[in-house]
């Protein structure tokens, strides 16, 4: 269970974001760093003991799933946005 009470905000399922380059990594999770990702899950509390208390979050990177904190990842993109592209009309009147 975690606790996002006073959390800033919730990032969306779908979100790309960009993984801050101050992110301590393993070396099999290195890639990511400084890269853009995409978040694959809802949050969730630290995995374990061994990690810094916090909301995580899944990314998927380059095929591979990785886990990120949530102060790591800066969201770039929002996945409710409208995309449609814009066109040009012509009103007559």
């Known amino acids: 269970m975690i606790d996002i009470t ?5 990032i969306k399922i779908g979100t790309l974001c960009y993984v ?5 990594a393993s070396p099999r999770t290195q890639c990511a ?3 853009i990702v995409e978040v694959v899950s ?3 509390g630290a995995p374990d003991w061994t990690y810094l208390p916090g909301t995580y979050y899944d990314v998927r ?3 591979c799933i990785f886990y990120c ?3 790591k990842l800066r969201p770039i993109s929002d996945p409710d946005a409208d995309i449609t ?3 040009d009309e012509t009103v007559t009147a």
């Not at 006073?6 to 919730?10: L, P």
């Open 6 to 10: 006073g959390a800033a905000r919730i």
């Open 85 to 87: 592209e814009w066109q």
């Open 42 to 44: 809802l949050p969730y």
């Open 33 to 35: 760093v400084g890269k």
């Open 61 to 63: 990177f380059e095929g």
């Open 20 to 24: 801050v380059e101050s992110c301590l």
């Open 69 to 71: 904190r949530s102060d």
